[in-house]
């Protein structure tokens, strides 16, 4: 853009002068409202700020309460009682502290560091102490003249109506921390609130906690409530949304007393779409000590005992899956071609490999066993030199396709992936050549560096129970939504396994089927008189002493609904100990979802 | 080396009334931010250092900018340009969520806010390419015209979340609230307003963001008329100073970067004032300079930058 000198010094002269007129204009604006406000209504308005005051207050939704599969409550609200002080008052009456100290049992100089470290402004009331009893409250009322901006709340807490504790999967609530706080800036969470820790109540927190309201009132020059104001509509509190869970407490229930004293998990699932009917984790917890004030000690308790009572071990921690990842192996070979089902060979008890003795838990050996035999009677020499047909990298290949060295995405969070090492991980832990194929016998039967959780195993089940689709395991069925009534159920993505035949899920599950139902089958204990199990037994040997049993299987055989996994640390051996408590977690099952005649005869019917 | 004869002509035509109403604005800013966080006993009563930080920050890319020629802008205003664009897709990415939106990207302890930087890169950007004016017009109007029909397919949660976005819906107990708040700090502050600390709207927390958009209410309410007039009159100082500084640039472009610089002042401070005083809609517009946040802070110190820069290269050639 070129103008001729002369014109261009007109123009600017007439943007300068538009400018200076715009902005003269704008500032004027300005001013003149100023002294509107201040010096015309100033009087006014001074009345007003001295008089009227109006503060929003929160008001706290109730959360949303947690319920199992067939509507029965596992976690509702209670009332309880938390009490507050104003700052200003603390300072400005003699002798409330120790008034104060001594009805809360609170000693004074801890009181004088709550209310320093959470005041917000000298007229915010501060919440000193949550879940009073009655007898204090009581003494507040009465003594409420010598107790000038002390009160209370009503709130509400937690509690568990369920003869089942259902402790990891529905997690546990605790007080909001400074870190917390943090993170969730904005949304609104304040000292003394809680907060979802573990389980469905961390993982649905945003779900459960509702939506605050607000409500206007007035306060006098002290901050002290005066009335509600009524010009003003409160904006009620959203309250949070109702869980339904997957859960089944009745089975839950038993699987929680079946495994009692014991550590270990146990996990259920439908292999229809993977809804997960119980989930078991010992020892656990009562989550209803949460709900209350913990205590030092025991708070000391749930964090350092070396039995780990938060820990979800069906989920959290990893084990050597011993005989039960022997599967994995006959999946690889066979899809691989190195064998057929009738390759055989003669267990003798041991198999030398280098310098090595690598035995099998049978001294006296196996005999001559094809592939069906050696997963019914578990035989480690079939799979040491099966191992050595198939390759450590075709092994490790298709345990990841297995679902192996990565989570299941349960919707409770804390998941551990495992490991399922392969050439460059042990190069990498071992170093390059430092390593020999004695490892890879060592993988074959379970053992070594191979880690899975017992939930990655009940996927194994799963997946073969329905060659190869497989669900998203989950907790929560669907949402209620308390206020529009309305239900939204979860939406569960289905996968399957890529590269592996129906024919050699058959022939796997042929070897499961002996496990349960063959005449010298591991896992005979699991079987139920009129429905076909089909499973597989480990005995994994750790250096943290006796061996973990596990037992994992679906069930019925032909139309598979339910697959299992059962797991005992140090418990012995699989076959004895955790195939006798997958028989009564099936049996209870089936007896409650009766498979009706229709089912049986089926035949064509696709699964779902 | 500087003799003295350069030094001397190099701050000969430098603009002091300009640069004290800028030191004098942010020194208002950091004492009101100081009485606004006062009473609020969490750790947002040390927000007056981190702006005290802010401002030490903003002295140096000031600095930067004053002694930097404006031909190099005009070189490399499509590189700014540029970084501005990446870095507010960089935000949709990564950015920090603050009151709904992303607009943060987290660097180290403080917050960044890059569409404050945007609005500058723009202003040089279309101040070089008249092109890009035009092209802004249109694309408006387009986007005017489109987005009725958009709006009407999304989501009432979308839409909401669009309105949270845009800074129209920022508080859940409604604009109302804030607004007869701010009216009755600003009104009853008087004609000397109720002394430093003493303000019983500021320090009881009636007032929504106090520190950071409604910080003009606290200025009022504490400092009165009086008060309220010096900033009034300081930000008149620096955008009718910065009118002559644009008529009287040696080139085009630096005169029009210089009222590009002058129209992002007068906007905000409108904008903002008009808002905490009840004649203008509730935005999520900061007072520059004064409002607590390093971003804004930063911004309104490099538009101060420019002006300054372009009055003192005014008899350069």
Redesign the interface.
């Known amino acids: 853009m070129r103008f001729s000198s002369n014109n261009r010094k007109v123009l600017e002269t007439f943007y300068k002068n538009f400018y200076y007129l715009v902005s003269l204009l704008l500032f004027s604006i300005l001013i003149l409202r100023l002294f509107q406000l201040q010096i015309i209504h100033g009087k006014r308005y001074f009345v007003q700020s001295e008089k009227n005051r109006i503060r929003a207050i929160t008001l706290k939704p109730l959360r949303g309460r947690i319920f199992d599969r067939n509507g029965e409550m596992l976690v509702g609200n209670q009332p309880a009682y938390s009490v507050y002080a104003t700052p200003y008052e603390l300072q400005s009456w003699q002798g409330i502290y120790t008034h104060l100290a001594n009805i809360l049992k609170i000693p004074e100089d801890e009181l004088k560091t709550i209310v320093k470290k959470h005041q917000q402004g000298k007229f915010n009331p501060v919440k000193l102490k949550r879940q009073v009893n009655f007898e204090t409250l009581s003494r507040i009322n009465e003594e409420r003249l010598d107790l000038p901006g002390v009160g209370f709340w009503i709130e509400s807490k937690r509690f568990y109506p369920s003869s089942a504790r259902v402790a990891h999967v529905l997690g546990y609530l605790g007080e909001v921390s400074p870190d917390e706080l943090e993170k969730f800036k904005g949304e609104g969470y304040r000292y003394g609130d809680v907060i979802g820790k573990q389980g469905v109540e961390r993982q649905y927190e945003k779900l459960l906690r509702g939506q605050f309201g607000y409500e206007f009132v007035e306060v006098d020059a002290l901050g002290r409530e005066v009335r509600k104001v009524e010009e003003q509509k409160p904006i009620a509190p959203k309250p949070g949304m109702d869980l339904y869970l997957t859960i089944d407490v009745d089975i839950q229930t038993l699987a929680e007393s079946l495994l009692g004293s014991r550590k270990g998990s146990l996990v259920l699932l439908n292999v229809r779409n993977g809804e997960v009917l119980c989930l078991v984790s010992k020892p656990d917890f009562d989550p209803s000590v949460f709900a209350g004030i913990i205590t030092e000690k025991q708070w000391d308790y749930f964090q350092n005992h070396p039995n780990h009572p938060l820990y979800n071990r069906a989920i959290q921690s990893t084990y050597p899956p011993g005989s039960t990842y022997k599967l994995v192996l006959a999946i690889a070979a066979l899809e691989s071609g190195v064998i057929t089902p009738e390759w055989s060979i003669s267990c003798s008890g041991r198999f030398r490999f280098g310098a090595r003795n690598f035995k099998c838990w049978k001294s006296k050996g196996h005999g001559v066993v094809n592939l069906y035999q050696a997963i019914e009677q578990s035989c480690n020499v079939y799979f040491y030199q099966l191992s050595l047909k198939t390759g450590l990298s075709r092994w490790a290949d298709f345990g990841r396709k297995l679902g192996f060295g990565r989570k299941t995405g349960i919707d409770i969070g804390m998941e551990s992936e495992g490991v399922v090492p392969d050439e460059a991980y042990l190069d990498f832990h071992y170093g390059k050549g430092q390593w020999t194929e004695g490892m890879l016998l060592n993988l074959a039967v379970g053992q070594g560096d191979l880690l899975v959780t017992p939930l990655q195993m009940a996927q194994l089940a799963m997946i073969l129970a329905n060659y190869g689709k497989y669900f998203r395991p989950h907790v929560v069925k669907r949402i209620y939504e308390p206020v529009t009534r309305k239900e939204i159920p979860i939406k569960v993505d289905s996968s399957q396994v890529q590269g592996v035949s129906h024919r050699v899920y058959e022939i796997v599950r042929q070897g499961m089927w002996l496990v349960v139902n063959g005449a010298s089958g591991t896992g005979r204990a699991a079987a139920l008189q009129d429905i076909a199990v089909a499973g597989k037994t480990g005995t994994a040997q750790n250096p943290h002493g006796d061996d973990h049993a596990w037992f994992i299987g679906f069930a019925p055989f032909d139309f598979p609904r339910v697959a299992i996994v059962v797991m005992v640390e140090n418990g012995g051996s699989g076959g004895a100990v955790a195939a006798p408590i997958a028989r009564q977690i099936l049996q209870e099952y089936f007896r409650k979802y009766p498979v009706k005649l229709p089912e049986k005869m089926a035949i064509s019917l696709p699964v779902e | 080396m500087l003799d003295e004869f350069d030094l001397k002509k190099k701050f000969k035509y430098f603009d002091f009334s300009v640069f004290f109403s800028m030191i004098l604005l942010i020194g208002i800013g950091i004492a009101a931010i100081y009485s606004a966080t006062y009473?609020?006993?969490?750790a947002a009563h040390l927000n007056y250092q981190r702006q005290i930080l802010w401002a030490g920050l903003g002295l140096i890319v000031f600095a930067v900018i004053v002694f930097t020629p404006m031909r190099f802008f005009l070189a490399f205003a499509y590189v700014f340009y540029g970084v501005a664009i990446a870095s507010l897709l960089l935000v949709l990415v990564i950015g920090q969520?603050?009151?709904?939106a992303q607009r943060w990207l987290e660097l180290g302890f403080l917050h960044f806010q890059p569409s404050e930087w945007a609005k500058l890169a723009t202003i040089i950007l279309s101040k070089r390419e008249?092109w890009y004016l035009l092209v802004n017009i249109l694309l408006n109007i387009v986007v005017g015209i489109v987005t009725p029909f958009l709006w009407h397919s999304l989501h009432e949660y979308q839409q909401k979340r669009v309105l949270t976005f845009l800074g129209l819906v920022t508080d859940?107990?409604?604009a109302?609230?804030q607004l007869?708040?701010s009216?009755?700090?600003?009104?009853?502050?008087?004609?000397w307003g109720k002394g430093f600390l003493q303000g019983?709207?500021t320090?009881?927390?009636?007032l929504p963001e106090q520190h950071t958009d409604f910080i003009f209410s606290v200025i009022?309410e504490e400092a009165?008329?009086i008060g309220?007039?010096i900033v009034?009159v300081l930000?008149?100082i620096i955008?009718?100073r910065g009118?002559?500084i644009?008529?009287s640039a040696r080139s085009q472009f630096s005169?029009l970067v210089a009222?590009g610089m002058?129209t992002l002042l007068?906007y905000h401070?409108?904008v903002n004032?008009?808002m905490v005083?009840g004649?203008m809609p509730v935005t999520g517009l900061p007072l520059p300079l004064v409002s607590y946040g390093g971003s804004s802070m930063l911004v309104s110190m490099a538009a101060v930058a420019f002006l300054i820069n372009i009055s003192k290269r005014r008899y350069e050639y």
């Open positions: 009473s609020s006993g969490s969520k603050g009151s709904g008249l859940p107990k409604g109302s609230y007869i708040q009216k009755v700090a600003i009104g009853s502050g008087g004609l019983t709207q320090q009881l927390r009636f009022a009165g008329f309220g007039m009034i930000f008149a955008i009718l009118i002559k644009a008529a005169s009222i002058v007068l401070v409108f004032i008009g005083m004649i």
